[in-house]
């Protein structure tokens, strides 16, 4: 089949398998500029796509780090293609065979029990132990077996109502968002997806199963933000359950004492991704920042800031660390230079003037490669067998 991109508001239903080797391929490319000494193995929970498959890639390439990843992706059916991260794997796995660097991948449900014993037997079987794990897990819900209930993530303001502005990405147009404040059981279930619960879980199951390595290190990923995000934010439902991450450390250093192991927060810049796509608001504030931060030539993507924070905090000492113990890569995002003249135009951008202070067709851009899609060395008029996209059909 010939494959299209299917856009359907804040997701593209399609995928393109070669679109997304090209995308690894590139963040391999950087990755193999920036090398570091790093952990001989790891397992990164959210592996497909975005931060977490950036993690793998710098790990893999950069640090020849043998890695076992989790991700749940929609796998391909005869006329339908598969999820951008099942073809992320896929090219990952190719990757990493290339380098002759070990890398095994799941396609399970990262919350539940069987998925986290089955990561232990694997690791038992192939790596012994890990010395790192990176959770980076985004996803809009999550079933509770033992309680036979299944949570849904909202991206809600709390306390009050939100009124403001936000882009149709489909017309390029701003519009007015109007977004009802969540009630106390939405910011439960938000906190009770997104928070640190499962995090902990993981990391007390593989250090009870033994296999954390002495001197084990373990990192989640957050946002924080500025003045125009945090309403929708930090302030918000999704900011509540980033805020549990920070309870969450402090008991994951605790258990891993032990080991002389340590837990840390990464914090890094907005940029789009499947998520944050979702996230109202989010899709024009990015389109504004990614226009200033590339006047001010300090714009990065998710390779460049997973691999600073790799290169320079958990493996480095030069990161700036916050008075919360967190690492943080969002220093040029949050820098007032940057801030100041995000929120000038923010105040002054309407439909007309988005393209001249905003960079829209960079956010759109950047959307459609998440799927594979606007990369100069795929031939899009190809036939590609959804199932075997390595074999024209
Ligand atoms: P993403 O949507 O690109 O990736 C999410 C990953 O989670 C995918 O690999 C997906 O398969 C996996 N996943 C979702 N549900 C799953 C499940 N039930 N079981 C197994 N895997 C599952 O998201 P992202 O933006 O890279 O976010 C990763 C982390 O980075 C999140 O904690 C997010 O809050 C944080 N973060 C994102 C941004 C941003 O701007 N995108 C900024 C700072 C921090």
Redesign the pocket.
Known sequence: MIISPRVKGFICVSAHPHGCEASVREQAQYAARHPFQGPARALV??????????SRIALCVGAKTKTL?????REPAPNKTA?A?WY?NLAFDALAQEQGVESYTL??????PD?KQRCIDLIKEKFGQVDLVV????????YVAAEDRTYSSVLKPIGEDYQGKTIDTDRGQLRDVHLEAASEDEIAATVKV?GGEDWQEWIETLQQAGVLAQGCKTV?????GDKITWPIYGDAT?GQA?KHLDVTVANLNQGLKDLNGQAYI???????????AA?PV?PLY?SLLYKVMKEQGNHEG?IEQISRLLRTGLYGDSCVTDAEGRLRV?EYELSLQVQQEVQARWAQVNSDNLEQLADFSGYRQDFLK?FGFGFEQVDYQAEVDPMMPGVKS
Request: charged share 10%.
């Open positions: 929970i959210g592996c497909s796509s975005g931060y977490g498959l950036a990843g989790v991700s749940l992706e999820s991260g992320n396609n399970q449900d990262a919350f539940q998925t959770y980076s897990l985004a996803a809009p819900r999550r997104m989640a990923y957050t946002y924080i999704i980033k990464g914090v890094l810049k907005a940029l789009v991704t499947q998520s944050s996230i989010m990015i998710c969002d998440l």
